[in-house]
């Protein structure tokens, strides 16, 4: 099962002069239980991407298929076909409207048509899964908590929708240091307790390489390069720089470090793997004196 890009292109304001081409000729497969990375500038077509898989845009031309359900169908198939990838925007605590944090999260499940204890059992585990205590949050307004905690309150309006995939556009942006790691700590959290698939737009490479499984790399509204963290970032680097964006910091200490004659792998991408890269070369030519 899977998300099927099928030679996809999307307009913007067609027939406008205004008319801009987002991404063009995209032909794309991604599978069930896959941690997908999608890094590129501002403006090379990745929130456009990430939109067609639940058709909040529907395609100018080509077919985008859930599980081998085409999108732009009117039936109640599709519909369902939609429910199954969750999306979390760049900003999610915008997404926020109720009253309450019970009511947000609830939103989507009571849409669903669920009995009313199948959503209050969604939304505890939600909470739970987010960090939020049930009876503690449950009945406060949702715009008088904090950036982070309205963030998790948004996500687990999301996770209540227990979706297939989860695609979200830069979930982390504006977080300080400790929220980002307990944001991605949830995430890769659910996908290795539940096998989710995770599509993560970031520009942050660091997170890319920490986190994807596979990384693809958008520029001019095309995908320029498609495969492992260790592929990408180890011999794609010209055209990630082509696409305007860089390997982590961490490879270029490493590159580096392997130039001044430490003997290093390069496959470390990040700072803890660096970290004992680094100590156990230097401890065996300490040995080797």
Request: charged share 25%.
């Amino acid at each position: 099962m899977s998300i099927i890009f099928d030679n996809v292109t999307y307009t913007y304001m067609p027939g406008t002069p205004y008319q801009r081409t987002a991404i063009q000729n995209i032909n794309l497969t991604i599978n069930r239980g896959e941690f997908v990375g999608i890094i590129g500038h501002t403006g090379s077509g990745k929130s456009t991407l990430v939109q067609h898989m639940n058709a909040l845009i529907a395609p100018s031309s080509g077919q985008v298929t859930v599980d081998g359900i085409d999108l732009k169908q009117k039936n109640q198939e599709a519909r369902e076909a939609r429910r199954r990838v969750g999306m979390v925007f760049q900003y999610p605590e915008h997404q926020l409207f109720e009253e309450t944090i019970y009511q947000d999260i609830a939103f989507g499940p009571k849409n669903m048509g669920l009995a009313e204890d199948q959503i209050e059992s969604r939304v505890r585990r939600a909470m739970d899964f987010v960090g939020l205590d049930y009876e503690t949050f449950k009945d406060r307004s949702p715009f008088n908590l904090s950036g982070g905690q309205m963030r998790r309150v948004a996500i687990a309006g999301v996770i209540a929708l227990e979706p297939d995939y989860l695609a979200l556009d830069e979930p982390a942006a504006g977080l300080d240091p400790c929220g980002r790691d307990e944001i991605f700590g949830q995430i890769v959290k659910l996908h290795q307790k539940t096998g989710i698939t995770v599509i993560l737009v970031s520009h942050n490479m660091e997170d890319i390489a920490r986190f994807a499984e596979r990384v693809l790399v958008m520029n001019n509204g095309q995908v320029s390069l498609d495969g492992s963290p260790m592929e990408i970032f180890s011999s794609g680097r010209e055209t990630l720089r082509e696409a305007g964006v860089d390997v982590p910091p961490i490879t270029t200490l490493i590159e580096k470090l392997r130039a001044g004659g430490l003997a290093i792998s390069n496959e470390a991408l990040t700072p803890e793997a660096a970290a004992e890269e680094i100590y156990q070369a230097v401890r065996g030519r300490k040995h080797a004196q």
